[in-house]
């Protein structure tokens, strides 16, 4: 059990933690952590299987700033072990994986602001001081710490099996799981929003309201909608850049009749 509790740990640390260190990679999507998990633990059919399922229901989360709902990472990877643990199927990793999905981004929200916020003031303090060596050592230093914390919650989770963790979730109260699940449904409108308070343009309102549209009253599925609005991109890059053609093109003429006007002047003030 102690190895096990290790791997999974492990697993959490490398894709979870690491995705955020590279760059948001999909390194801590459920497809990629239920075979993983699959493959150390010895039951890589099982991993694929929690995996692919887990990854359509946590499909459409993309956690952006405001915009959270759950963490897909850590509800997979011990939802996939308990599953082979428990020589069980999806039937019974999903039911555990969506509460741990909400749970674990409280905790993983609660460590940023709890490991990594206080620390804002140095890397101010550092960067004015030129500490290009001291601003790498604390970046590093605090990712390390951050999801070494968090890497536990799965290390205990299986050290102390599935019935242990299954009866902790059972003992929250169903107001606070409620609750975080209502929040969680709308945080990403809270997050939209904040999105296009950023990006907002008058310009823009048109596709805004075309996008209402479709989905509202024509009931177009996202895929729909969103194919209309590649073809848009691509019209409007096309138009674009015809009239950067034509612009650049005019733009030379230009010069080039300014340059014939200026050497004209030139020899006039030569023959006078």
């Given at each position: 059990m102690l190895v096990q509790a290790i791997l999974v740990a492990f697993v959490v640390f490398i894709t979870v933690g690491g995705q955020e260190l590279l760059g948001f990679t999909m390194l801590g999507r459920p497809i990629?952590?239920?075979?993983?998990?699959?493959?150390?633990?010895g039951d890589i059919k099982t991993g694929l299987l929690i995996?692919?399922?887990?990854?359509t229901i946590f499909m459409g989360v993309v956690n952006i700033g405001g915009a959270s709902s759950a963490e897909p990472g850590l509800a997979t990877a011990l939802a996939t072990a308990f599953a082979i643990q428990m020589h069980a199927g999806a039937e019974v990793a999903i039911p555990i994986a969506i509460p741990l999905g909400i749970i674990g981004l409280q905790i993983k929200t609660l460590l940023y602001v709890g490991v990594v916020g206080p620390?804002?003031?140095?890397?101010?303090?550092?960067?004015?001081?030129?500490?290009?060596?001291g601003i790498m050592r604390l970046h590093f230093g605090l990712w390390f710490t951050q999801w070494f914390i968090y890497s536990l919650i799965p290390f205990f989770a299986i050290l102390f099996g599935s019935k242990a963790t299954q009866s902790v979730l059972e003992k929250i109260p169903t107001v606070i799981v409620n609750g975080l699940s209502i929040a969680g449904n709308l945080l990403p409108a809270?997050?939209?929003?904040?999105?296009l308070k950023i990006l907002w343009?008058?310009?823009?309102?048109?596709?805004?309201?075309?996008?209402?549209?479709?989905?509202?009253?024509?009931?177009?599925p996202l895929i729909a909608i969103a194919v209309i609005a590649v073809i848009i991109a691509v019209v409007t890059v096309s138009r674009d850049l015809d009239l950067k053609k034509v612009t650049d093109s005019l733009k030379g003429k230009n010069i080039s009749n300014s340059q014939t006007s200026s050497s004209d002047e030139e020899l006039d003030e030569f023959f006078k």
């Open positions: 990629v952590i239920g075979p993983l998990l699959g493959l150390l633990l995996g692919a399922s887990l990854e620390f804002a003031a140095k890397f101010d303090k550092l960067a004015a001081a030129g500490n290009e060596r809270v997050g939209m929003a904040m999105l343009d008058n310009k823009l309102f048109i596709y805004f309201m075309l996008g209402f549209v479709l989905l509202a009253y024509l009931k177009l």
